[in-house]
């Protein structure tokens, strides 16, 4: 088998918090992973009533789900953790969080993988065979779109990451990214590494812009997390003026 999940455990796994009816259709979109995450989480849902003895498996950072040039059997639909779909030069091109999915494209077309995707935290997966992922879109038209959706939102992300990199000097850049991963929360994991290989540019680089947005306390940075303090300065370095507060 190319791909090797580790540590597989039996039996399906519960269903995340946010798919609770009773808490409301919300939509938050998470602009690195190139998915609306409610689209996904419905996706995901809809997983789990067709296909409810998906068997859940536990990956440590640096784990790979397939890598390149592997032929990939089955889906993988993150249930925790942080997972980078990776070039063969090992240019990071997308992050996939909860209820991310990746595997699909290879499945559905039966190509060969020509990206890797690597766990970066703890992570867990279950695992869909492709033969099953592939009845399902043929079987269920309400499943199909809902894929169709999150395709569609992906291909999106992948427009916004080119963007990114092409958005000036190296600060318009990382502030570019920021603003995008603060879309929702205030709060995010990414590491100065993370941003430096998303943008493809040098970590030191990254964490020279890093100490001037900390200095002007547009964010702070904390362990293992980064928080945003001032919306507005981060959204003036992104375009390019001065990371200075203004009043």
């Known amino acids: 088998m190319s791909e090797t999940p580790s540590r597989a455990t039996s039996g399906p796994a519960p269903s995340p918090r946010s798919n609770d009816p009773a808490m409301g259709p919300v939509l938050h979109r998470d602009p690195l992973s190139g998915t609306c995450s409610f689209i996904d989480q419905q996706l995901h849902s809809a997983l789990r009533v067709l296909a409810p003895n998906l068997r859940r498996h536990s990956l440590a ?136 290989e998303l943008l493809g540019v040098q970590r030191s680089s990254v964490s020279r812009v890093m100490s001037q947005l900390v200095q002007h306390d547009i964010v702070e940075t904390g362990y293992a997390q980064m928080r945003l303090r001032d919306r507005s300065a981060l959204a003036r370095a992104a375009l390019g003026y001065s990371a200075a507060r203004h009043t």
Not at 158 to 179: C, F, N, P
């Open 61 to 196: 950072p640096g784990d790979r789900i397939f890598g390149v040039g592997a032929e990939v059997g089955a889906v993988s639909i993150i249930e925790r953790g942080l997972v980078a779909l990776r070039s063969p030069g090992c240019a990071t091109l997308m992050l996939l969080r909860d209820s991310g999915i990746v595997g699909d494209v290879e499945v559905m077309t039966e190509t060969r993988a020509e990206k890797e995707a690597t766990a970066l935290l703890d992570t867990d997966i279950v695992r869909l065979p492709g033969d099953e992922f592939r009845w399902l879109i043929q079987r269920s038209p309400e499943f199909a779109l809902r894929w169709s959706d999150a395709m569609a939102c992906r291909m999106a992300g992948y427009e916004r990451r080119l963007l990114d990199m092409l958005a000036g000097d190296i600060r318009a850049q990382v502030s570019s990214l920021l603003l995008h991963e603060f879309a929702d929360a205030d709060i995010t994991r990414l590491t100065h590494q993370m941003i430096a």
